[in-house]
Every structure is written in structure tokens, then in C-alpha cells.
């Protein structure tokens, strides 16, 4: 059991590409935190780091109130389960749970004791004298998990664990990997890019982009207070629409305009806008943001919800059985005029959204409708800078606007340096000081051409260190 402290993290490579940009958070034990963003976004990175298999390029990593920059992986007593199972084909599935601790040199009793305590967690007590071919995906994944387990260590970090299960087997694991954090009551960090099993399995989930922090919150935080447009599209399936909109009305009666659409906003969703002198009734863009789910087609919905109310084209209709999707446009009454034989482009030009509804929903495509908009549950985002505009949302949220200032001072190229090779090192050093001795004679020539020209003569030349 342990609680982790990252401190202005900093992950920058010899190539000069930034994978993580001044990453600060603290893990408190037991959390089970989760690092979610798009492939690129550094999560893997910090994660890495946090085992020792990465270098720290700036910044510091505290366990349990200890720095362990320069503590080598193995004696930060961590586990980490990887995105391929890494078992040895040769061994039985004890044997690949007992084998860590047979390198730790640990009495035979024990490592026993451990093995069966941990097979009996994960329901493997049958399969412990099988060798990995013979075992399911599924199966496989939790001896990963035991060998891990076995070691009882004070943190355990899991890279994409579950990406290489089909999706039964993922929803499954995904339940036992929750339970197992539940009985084994150990700090867990999970990194993933599917934000359903981020949804369901963290305390706390770290929501990432280009290597920064976009928001730190509860799954269902996140959901309903989105600190910007990132987070707000990245959380929820299918995806919040966005409108461009503008604010027109007065502050007592506050009406969003988009797609030639008029709708009121409540009194409590216009009280929390931010400088609202800023948008209302001065053209300055917003954009609106709706679930699908917050689309509702039921006439009792919509006749109770008539300021809030939009026409559309139905495009196309997917029935998923426990509900039903709308795709839609925002028909502007024009028809497309096609030539003799020609067949319509499935490029659209009008804006499309998406609408959840009931499963029961009759509406069919091609069909003009009505939808009523949850209006209590939409979000305002700033246009330009694409952060919401609502009190109370995103109250935790890290979003950098501007180029940070440390790296703005040229601090950068320092970070780079810090992780290059001895050898690499080496050579830019030399180069630098070529550079140092060029610039120096260079400013020595620019002196005798400035003394010649004003009639003095050089009586000495200045001297170049080497």
C-alpha cells in the first residue's frame, strides 16, 4: 500500500519530441487511477516512468514520501502488468507465478502459500499445472495478474491490459480486475484508451492530450462537468455534438442560436454562464455541446419542453435493441439537384448530429421530426479558447492555453540533453563549443573591421580559449 506524488514530471527525448509536459498529481493508496486519452497522448509514458523503465527527463516521483528518480525498477517495489501477457511458454502456470519470487530467493513454503492464495483470487486453482497454450485469452491475462499479485507490491500499474480480449472477455476482465483492486485494497494505476473501461473501473480518472492534463475528476464529474471540448467529445459514447452558436436575448430570458434554431436556457443554466456580458448579444462565437442521450423524441417530452425544441432530417436510424440512434442534419428546406442517373454523395455538407432515443421510437429515416433538447444537461464552450463557460464545470481541470513559460525561457533543450547517451552528450558538447569558438571569431573579425573603419590600429588581437 502506497500513495505516489508526481511533482512537475517531465518527459522529453533525444529527438526532441515532449511526451509528457509537467505532469503534477497526487495518488493517494488504494485509489484506482486511471490514465485515459487518445494513442499518443503520453499515458503509457508517465506510466513507464513510474516503474523505472523510463527516465525522468525533469521533475520528481515520490512513493510512499521517498524520491525514487535514480531508485532502479526492481527495488521500487512495484508490478506492473504489460499489454502482451509475457508469459514463458515453457512453464506451467505455477511456475510463471512463482518465478519472480524464486529470484527473490524466498523460502519454498512461501512462494507456495503465495502462488495458491493468488490462484485461488483469480479462480486458477484447476489450471496451475497447464502451460500457457493451453489456456484462453482470458485465463492468460490473470495468470499476468498473479504473477503480479504473488510479489504483493505497494503499487500495481497495468498498461492496456485487457486490448488484445475480444469483447465479452474484456467486459469480464474488466469486472474481476475492479474486484481484485476491492479485495486486494492496493494502490492500482490503469492506462487505457478506451474510455468505457475508464468509465467503470476508476476512482479518479487523469484524462490526457499531447502529454498534458486536461481534467482530474470522477468518471461521473467528468461526464456531467467537462472542463472543455477535449474532455466533453473524449467521454461518452457516441460523442457530445457541438454546435457553433451564438447568445442573443436579454439576461433575464438568455436564447442560444445555432442552425438557425432558437432555444431558452433556464434560469439556473444562464446565471452560471461566465462574463456573460462577454457573449450576450455581442456575435462573439460559443459552441454548444449536447449528448445524444439529451435528445428525446417522445411527444410527451416534447410538449412539455417547447422552447427547447429543433427540427431535423433523419439520415439514417440504427436500432441496437436496448436503444435506438438517430443520425440527422439540419435540413434548411434546399434540395440537392442531381443529374440523370447520378446518385447522391454520402459526403454531407449540413451539419450532422447524433440523437440516443428510445428503442421503442418509431421514427424511421428520411423522415422530418422534432427532437426536445435536455437543455439542463448542455454544456457552453468558448469558441477560441474551447473551455467551458459555465461555473462549477471542470472545477479540477489542467488546461494550458499558453506555451509553458519554463520552456518558453529555452529550459527545453536542457531536458533533451538530459536524455541523451554518454556518447550523444559527448558530441553535442563538442558541437557546442564549435559553435561557442565560431561566434567568437566571428565577433573578433566584426572588431577589426569596426577599428580599421574608424582609422585605429590593432596592436593586439584578443586571444580564443579553446
Known sequence: MANLKLEHIYKVYSSGVQAVTDFTMDIEDKEFIVFVGPSGCGKSTTL??????????????YIDGIRVNDIQPKDRDIAMVFQNYALYPHMTVYDNMAFGLKLRKMPRAEIDARVKEAARILGLETYLQRKPKA???????????GRAIVREPKVFLLDEPLSN?????????????????????TTFIYVTHDQIEAMTMGTRIVVLKD???????????????????????FIGTPRMNFFDAVLTGTK???????EGNKILLPKTKSASIINIDEYLNTGKPVVLGVRPEDFHDEELFISNSKDTCIEVRVDAVEKLGAETLLYCVFDDGSEEVLEEGQIKSLVETKTPMIAKVDSRSTTEADQKVVLGVDILHAHLFDKETELSILEGEGTKAYVPTVELERIANGQQE????KNRTFFERLKYNKQKKAKAKAEAEAAVDQAKVEDVA?????????????
Open 48 to 61: 513507464r516512468m513510474i516503474a523505472g523503465l523510463e527516465e525522468i527527463s525533469d521533475g520528481n516521483l
Open 135 to 145: 489456456l484462453s485469452g482470458g485465463q492468460r491475462q490473470r495468470v499476468a495478474l
Open 165 to 185: 480480449l475480444d469483447a465479452k472477455l474484456r467486459a469480464q476482465m474488466r469486472v474481476e480486475i475492479t474486484k481484485l483492486h476491492h479485495r486486494l485494497a
Open 211 to 233: 502529454g498534458l492534463i486536461q481534467q482530474v475528476d470522477a468518471p461521473q464529474k467528468l461526464y456531467d462537468y467537462p472542463a472543455n471540448m477535449f474532455v466533453a467529445g
Open 252 to 258: 433575464a430570458k438568455v436564447y442560444v442560436e445555432f
Open 414 to 417: 536542457d531536458l533533451i540533453n
Open 454 to 466: 574608424e582609422g585605429e590600429n590593432v596592436v593586439e588581437e584578443p586571444t580564443i580559449e579553446e
